[in-house]
């Protein structure tokens, strides 16, 4: 479980410590993942449709995990998604991921999302749990993607 001394954010300002800390990070999410630059950082913050949210630990500068919740508007209502959950190797089994989860369904409540989706890697099986245990079930659905050449 989080503890007190674990800080969960909506990040609203980006620093040079926190760019290095997602940085950080990254190669645990995707061993093609490159690192952002500040400016690239910025965008997400500053977006009208995304939430970063991180968990920080004791202290506040070392980020434990972090979770992007993307939410945008179609004809048929508000939608969510979650994209990029990840918590550094050290700190899972520790309610991290639970607490940015926890989070995201909150967030995503407030803007009156309909739904709220994510996808996860098939040999995520700690990740499927996590979800399960949130409240998340399978869809019957097939996920496409167009790579540009």
């Keep these: 479980m989080t503890n007190q001394s674990n800080l969960i954010e909506l990040v609203r300002e980006t620093n040079p410590v926190l760019l290095k800390s997602l940085n950080d990070l990254l190669p645990q999410l995707s061993m093609n993942a490159k690192a952002m630059t500040m400016q690239e950082l910025q965008l ?3 977006a009208e449709c995304s939430d970063l949210f991180v968990v920080r630990g004791a ?7 972090a979770l992007t ?3 945008f508007r179609i004809p048929t209502g508000v939608r969510a998604w979650i994209e ?5 190797a050290g700190a899972r089994g520790q309610g991290v991921g639970k607490a940015l989860i926890q989070a995201a369904v909150e967030r ?3 803007l009156g999302a309909k739904t709220l989706d ?3 890697n098939p040999n995520r ?8 245990g949130a409240g998340f079930s399978l869809r019957e659905t097939k996920v496409y993607r167009y790579l540009p050449a």
């Design 118 to 120: 994510l996808t996860s």
């Design 59 to 65: 202290g506040g500068e070392n980020i434990l995990g």
């Design 125 to 132: 099986e700690s990740a499927h749990g996590l979800y399960e």
């Design 108 to 110: 995503s409540h407030a």
């Design 84 to 88: 990029d959950v990840v918590v550094d």
């Design 69 to 71: 919740l993307i939410h």
């Design 44 to 46: 997400i913050v500053d």
